[in-house]
Every structure is written in C-alpha cells, then in structure tokens.
C-alpha cells in the first residue's frame, strides 16, 4: 500500500509542474481573455456599444441603398478618415442604416427618410472583441488572414484545457493519497 500512496504522490507532484509550466507563460493571455470577456458581456451595461437611434416617418419614402453609401462616404471623408466601408446594417423598419467602415473603428448612423447623420461614435465593443480574441494584432499589421488571432485562440484554448486537465488531477490525487493512507 505504501508503494502505491508514493506513486499517486509522485504523479500528483508530476501534474503540479506541468500545471505550473503551463500556467506562467499564460496567465498574461488568460488575464487579457477573463478581463475582455468580462468587458464583453457587461458591454451594454457600460454602454461600450453604440446605441440604436429610432427614426419612423412614414410619410416620406425610405432613401436607396447608393444613397446611404454616399452619405457614409462623403461624411466619413470630410473628417479626413479612410471610407472603405466594411458593412452597412440597412434597417428600413426602424428607419435607420448603420455604416461601419474597414480600416477603423467607427460607425455612422444615418436617417433612411432624410439621409441626416443620426450619429457618430466609435465602437469600443469592437475594439475590445479584437483584443479578447487576438485579431487586434492582424489588424495592427494589416493582415488579410488571422495567423495571430488563430496562434492566441489555439494556444490559449489549450493551455486553459490542459490547465483544467491538471488542476482536476492536483484537486484528486490528494484525496486518493489520503484514503490510501487511511487504509493502511
């Protein structure tokens, strides 16, 4: 019996020094994942994104798809920012389109009766999801691919999978040695 408490004590000392090899070199990038994921659900509480302004008129007629895009553009160009735009969200029921733009962070919302700028603000919830996920870095350096939001996602996600696996062996192998040495 005493061989067998030695050996669940050697493999439990064994998973500690994985556990903990693994855990230093992560604990910056587990840290930056817990705190943007927590800025991440609480977004909307922290108002992080911007809010949707509602326009109904229905008397007037709802402006073109091309219309909205000039507006962006002509709009997004006067404040002397890039005007490739990346999405509109067209939503003619709320009387709105919302125009995000590729090579920075901000967004437009535009009157779909009147083509007036409802608003203009930056999507920090954005910025915070590329940070959370890695692609801040592609983003940074221009890539047309992910290779840094794929290398951080792969090695986090694995490192907090095996930071699991060890952690239930350092939480188990402790009580196995105690009830062995209970049965001696």
Same mark, same amino acid.
């Given at each position: 019996?005493?061989?067998?408490?030695?050996?669940l004590a050697?493999?439990?000392?064994?998973?500690?020094?994985?556990?903990?090899?693994? $855990?230093?070199?992560?604990? =910056?990038?587990?840290?930056?994942? &817990? $705190?943007?994921?927590?800025?991440?659900?609480?977004?909307?509480?922290?108002?992080?994104?911007?809010?949707?302004?509602? =326009?109904?008129?229905q008397?007037?007629?709802i402006?073109?798809?091309?219309?909205?895009? !000039?507006? !962006?553009?002509n709009?997004?160009?006067?404040l002397?920012?890039?005007?490739?735009?990346?999405?509109?969200?067209?939503?003619?029921?709320?009387?709105? !389109?919302k125009?995000?733009?590729?090579?920075?962070?901000?967004?437009?919302?535009?009157?779909?009766?009147?083509? $007036?700028?409802?608003?203009h603000?930056t999507?920090? $919830?954005d910025?915070?999801?590329?940070?959370?996920?890695?692609?801040?870095?592609?983003y940074?350096?221009?890539?047309?691919?992910?290779?840094?939001?794929l290398?951080?996602?792969?090695i986090?996600?694995l &490192?907090?999978?095996l930071?699991a696996?060890?952690?239930?062996w350092?939480?188990?192998?402790?009580?196995?040695?105690?009830?062995?040495?209970?049965?001696?």
């Amino acid at each position: 019996m005493e061989l067998k408490r030695k050996k669940l004590a050697k493999q439990s000392r064994w998973y500690r020094k994985v556990h903990r090899f693994i $855990a230093m070199p992560l604990v =910056v990038f587990m840290f930056i994942l &817990g $705190a943007t994921g927590l800025l991440l659900t609480w977004k909307d509480e922290l108002q992080l994104k911007p809010t949707s302004q509602k =326009v109904l008129n229905q008397e007037l007629e709802i402006i073109g798809l091309d219309s909205i895009q !000039a507006i !962006a553009i002509n709009y997004i160009s006067s404040l002397n920012l890039s005007s490739e735009i990346n999405r509109i969200d067209y939503r003619p029921n709320k009387g709105m !389109a919302k125009v995000r733009f590729e090579n920075h962070f901000t967004e437009i919302q535009i009157d779909c009766y009147s083509g $007036a700028i409802l608003s203009h603000k930056t999507r920090t $919830a954005d910025i915070i999801e590329m940070i959370h996920d890695g692609s801040i870095l592609d983003y940074f350096f221009g890539n047309q691919s992910t290779p840094f939001k794929l290398f951080y996602s792969t090695i986090t996600s694995l &490192g907090l999978m095996l930071l699991a696996f060890t952690g239930f062996w350092l939480w188990l192998k402790p009580k196995q040695i105690k009830n062995k040495k209970r049965s001696n």
